[in-house]
């Protein structure tokens, strides 16, 4: 009698610990999907929203531990995407997912995840303080940020806040990053394009685009060269566009064409390296088969030129395929290690 109770407890015992640990492994966060006014956004040229929308995931433990706070992550999304693309029913990376398998099996340490929706009419905002599309570095910087402190609990100190992107988000990231190491103190950048990739070029190919007067309807290559003029050649006395376009019959006017050089982190890295080296910590990862390998690989190099101390990282990967992969074992152990997970007192 007393050894089946003895195994009765026993088995009763394993099952509940099984149960309590299905249950851990189970743990997932909740995403919230808000809009954000930014004073920063109001007044663009080209009417875009000044109160886009944006993705907030809330860890396991958000709802249940009620005094604690968190540390912050801003991650910036890629061209021709939106938050959804990351946090939405069906992502092309899954964000959320990533966040509920480290977060929720206690593998990282759980921490707030917010994603602006950068889309706009020309597919992208460059994350880029332009008068036609709006301040994006500002509203990222400061509205966005202002607003998470003042309705989420989190830790309203640099040293819990992160930056990350891939893509274009991998350039903001940049951007802001050497703008405004007074908010973040930890940066991680996935495959950034427009390192270097956009010095302007002459030809018959740019005179024909010289002639277009809307976005609608473009190909995917002829918007993205929309967005990055936008952003780095606004022109307020140009509507409907509000841009200048780098070339006049086909010739690359000089005088645009630096406007463009100007806003490539290889050339911002001289004046902004001791900006840089403010943080705590800097990553930067790409796929060997990501056509963007060498620009990154050079940016790596000019950071260590300059005494940036950084990670450069490759892996097996071309530039999508793996980036929920990357989110999930790098970036979040990363900012995991790198940001402050306790209120200062």
Not at 210 to 217: K, N, P, Q, R
Not at 291 to 315: A, C, F, K, P
């Amino acid at each position: 009698m007393r050894q089946a109770i003895r195994t009765s407890i026993t088995i009763l015992t394993a099952a509940l610990a099984l149960i309590l640990s299905s249950a851990a492994l189970a743990q997932t966060g909740r995403v919230e999907r808000i809009q954000v006014h930014g004073k920063s956004l109001e007044g663009n040229l080209l009417g875009e929203n000044a109160s886009p929308e944006v993705s907030v995931y809330l860890p396991p433990g958000y709802d249940r531990e009620r005094r604690r706070r968190y540390a912050v992550v801003y991650v910036l999304h890629g061209y021709s995407g939106t938050d959804l693309n990351w946090f939405g029913e069906m992502p092309t990376w899954d964000g959320r997912g990533a966040a509920d398998r480290t977060m929720g099996a206690g593998a990282v340490d759980e921490m707030i995840v917010v994603m602006p929706n950068c889309m706009n009419a020309y597919g992208g905002c460059m994350y880029a303080n332009s008068a036609a599309t709006g301040y994006w570095e500002d509203y990222v910087a400061d509205d966005l940020v202002a607003y998470i402190d003042e309705n989420y609990r989190t830790i309203p100190d640099r040293a819990a806040r992160g930056l990350t992107g891939h893509s274009m988000g991998g350039y903001g990231a940049w951007l802001i990053g050497m703008h405004r190491p007074d908010v973040f103190s930890a940066l991680y950048s996935l495959s950034a394009c427009c390192l270097n990739e956009y010095a302007p070029q002459g030809g018959d190919a740019a005179a024909a685009f010289e002639a277009i007067a809307t976005a609608e309807g473009l190909g995917f290559g002829a918007r993205r060269t929309f967005a990055v003029t936008s952003a780095w050649s606004p022109n307020p006395d140009k509507p409907p566009l509000y841009m200048d376009l780098p070339t006049v019959n086909g010739e690359v006017v000089p005088e645009i064409a630096a406007r463009f050089a100007v806003n490539s982190p290889q050339a911002m890295v001289p004046s902004f390296a001791s900006a840089l080296r403010k943080y705590t910590a800097i990553k930067l990862d790409v796929g060997e088969q990501d056509g963007l390998i060498d620009s990154n690989r050079e940016l790596s190099e000019m950071l260590t030129q300059y005494g940036v101390e950084h990670v450069w990282e490759t892996y097996e990967g071309d530039h999508i395929n793996r980036i929920t992969q990357r989110f999930e074992e790098r970036v979040l152990p990363f900012f995991s290690e790198n940001l402050a997970h306790r209120a200062p007192r």
